[in-house]
């Protein structure tokens, strides 16, 4: 089973509404526009949040012609929906991919340049700093990529041979016929790479879940190489005892279903993707064998991969609830929002990480649900080794700026309003614009906002900042204006999800952190 495909009769329009499910190989007619009528047999696709456009693609059977169909979204005018998946003058295109990791390359730099650490956790720092730059050009790569297709990134893969199109036509659809034949040779080939020792029985007689029907987690081994899924450790539906000698791959099983559990009972959505994408996480990450392990986890655009730390300023990059939330958050940004990873985007970026990391943090707080005003609103709490005094965490929403501030690692350089927004350059040494640093406004706004509008963090402002996330408005947005952008957005939702007294609570979160102005007062009438 696939998922649900939207289905409505508006030949011309290459749209479907309505909900119904399908599966493998059922033929669906569409129109599509500029083209007749046509029967298409639907072989896989992805759809995100209240997505009313369908995308169609993936990789079929090689005995079968291959297919990369994007169907045309709704024109705006004519619909209230939001559609993610569509660019410029309406065609659709994949997003970009979202290659982030938790400890940010400023950071890394900070400890490199004050050499206050042994030999070898420089040596862990430094290999963690050069693979972030590997991240980095690897997105860069790819945004190009994107940039190249140009707009009309949807077309049949039949208009790659096709008498009627143009060359360049051609050539765009056979570069999006690569890029998912790639995407899914990967997966494909990973999954069926070797499984020894993996737990691939279902527990109790109980038979593994199909990936599509909800949560399906696959945890790998990386063996302290810098190869994904080299190891399958644990596959949906196996029994867990098998992870009984390994701490980490028993934590981000554990915090990976929760994960998905939040954003299913919160919001109602089905995975990183809203159609129930496969988590899958390789541990013991590295690029270079033997200790120290390395000092970050990250999101590569697909799935997740965790470091084991260096022992002497960062320990196990799976204790952390927020942190695995916070990562796989990315992947949800990327698949609604999808928004540029640079300058105020991309701090936008990284603070609905933290946003939504911190709130399923809260969401299942050992000792309960925490309310909004108990929280200590701590990004990565312990992520740094007692050993590292004065450095609680990687970031504080209460009080960005205070997480740490340590001769080996440096201060926390967050600010929490726009009189201290950081003008850094959008390079890699300047962190694309410092998303990882400015960041902290947003954080700022969303605390103020919980804690004013009181109760649990998810309630009220989780709930808008989700709307929020999932408008089209925020397709494509000024990298240099989404912060106002983003608090209009939310200010709208506060009032047509709840009530005057919310919008008012929100706006003045955003005025307080200097994204919004404070409405001005009526001059008296002389």
């Known amino acids: 089973m696939l998922g649900n495909v939207i289905k409505e009769d508006r030949i011309g329009q290459g749209i479907l509404g309505g909900r119904s499910k399908i599966s493998d190989g059922i033929v669906v007619r569409v129109g599509l526009i500029g083209a007749e009528n046509k029967e298409v047999e639907v072989w896989s696709f992805s759809m995100c949040g209240s997505v009313r456009g369908l995308q169609v693609s993936g990789e079929r059977p090689e005995s079968q012609q291959e297919t990369d169909l994007l169907l045309n979204p709704t024109p705006k005018n004519t619909s209230h929906h939001h559609d993610f998946n569509h660019g410029p003058n309406g065609y659709p295109h994949k997003p970009n991919k979202h290659i982030c990791s938790i400890i940010p390359p400023n950071l890394l730099h900070d400890i490199l340049e004050r050499n206050n650490t042994s030999q070898e956790t420089r040596a862990a720092v430094q290999k963690t700093y050069d693979h972030c730059s590997k991240l980095l050009s690897k997105r860069k790569a790819h945004c190009h990529q994107d940039q190249v297709s140009g707009a009309r990134q949807g077309l049949a893969a039949s208009g790659a041979s096709s008498s009627s199109s143009t060359p360049e036509d051609q050539a765009r659809a056979q570069h999006n016929i690569q890029a998912t034949q790639n995407i899914h040779s990967l997966r494909s080939a990973a999954d069926t790479s070797s499984t020894t020792g993996a737990s691939t029985s279902a527990a109790a007689g109980t038979p593994a879940p199909d990936a599509e029907d909800g949560l399906f987690r696959k945890i790998y081994s990386s063996q302290k190489t810098d190869k994904l899924r080299k190891k399958l450790l644990y596959t949906e539906g196996g029994d867990v005892k098998v992870l009984e000698a390994d701490v980490s791959a028993k934590e981000v099983l554990e915090y990976f279903?929760?994960?998905?559990?939040?954003?299913?009972?919160?919001?109602?959505?089905?995975?990183?993707?809203?159609?129930?994408?496969?988590?899958?996480?390789?541990?013991?990450?590295?690029?270079?064998?033997?200790?120290p392990g390395m000092d970050n986890a990250f999101w590569d655009g697909d799935e997740m991969a965790f470091g084991?730390?260096?022992?002497?300023?960062?320990?196990?990059?799976?204790?952390?609830?927020?942190?695995?939330?916070?990562?796989?958050?990315?992947?949800?940004?990327?698949?609604?929002?999808?928004?540029?990873?640079?300058?105020?985007?991309?701090?936008?970026?990284?603070?609905?990480?933290?946003?939504?990391?911190?709130?399923?943090?809260?969401?299942?707080?050992?000792?309960?649900?925490?309310?909004?005003?108990?929280?200590?609103?701590?990004?990565?709490?312990?992520?740094?080794?007692?050993?590292?005094?004065?450095?609680?965490?990687?970031?504080?929403?209460?009080?960005?700026?205070?997480?740490?501030?340590?001769?080996?690692?440096?201060?926390?350089?967050?600010?929490?309003?726009?009189?201290?927004?950081?003008?850094?350059?959008?390079?890699?040494?300047?962190?694309?614009?410092?998303?990882?640093?400015?960041?902290?406004?947003?954080?700022?706004?969303?605390?103020l906002a919980s804690v004013a509008l009181g109760g649990y963090s998810w309630e009220k402002a989780g709930k808008v900042w989700y709307a929020a996330l999932c408008d089209e408005k925020l397709k494509g947005i000024d990298t240099g204006t989404a912060f106002k952008v983003f608090a209009d957005l939310t200010v709208e939702y506060a009032k047509s999800l709840f009530d005057a007294d919310t919008e008012e609570k929100i706006k003045k979160a955003w005025v307080d952190v200097g994204v919004l102005e404070a409405a001005k007062e009526p001059k008296d009438e002389v």
Do not use: C
């Open 257 to 291: 279903g929760k994960t998905f559990e939040f954003y299913k009972e919160v919001f109602g959505r089905d995975g990183i993707d809203d159609a129930n994408l496969k988590m899958i996480g390789s541990l013991h990450f590295d690029d270079d064998p033997g200790p």
């Open 308 to 447: 084991d730390g260096d022992g002497e300023i960062f320990g196990s990059f799976t204790k952390n609830i927020d942190v695995i939330g916070h990562e796989l958050t990315h992947g949800v940004v990327q698949f609604t929002a999808n928004l540029k990873y640079e300058i105020q985007s991309g701090a936008l970026n990284e603070s609905m990480a933290d946003v939504f990391g911190t709130m399923i943090k809260q969401y299942f707080y050992p000792s309960g649900k925490q309310l909004a005003a108990d929280a200590d609103w701590l990004i990565g709490e312990g992520i740094f080794l007692p050993a590292i005094t004065n450095a609680k965490a990687l970031r504080s929403m209460k009080a960005p700026g205070t997480a740490y501030n340590n001769p080996k690692v440096g201060k926390d350089r967050q600010p929490s309003t726009m009189a201290g927004y950081a003008k850094l350059p959008n390079t890699d040494a300047g962190d694309y614009g410092g998303v990882h640093i400015n960041s902290g406004i947003p954080n700022h706004a969303f605390y």
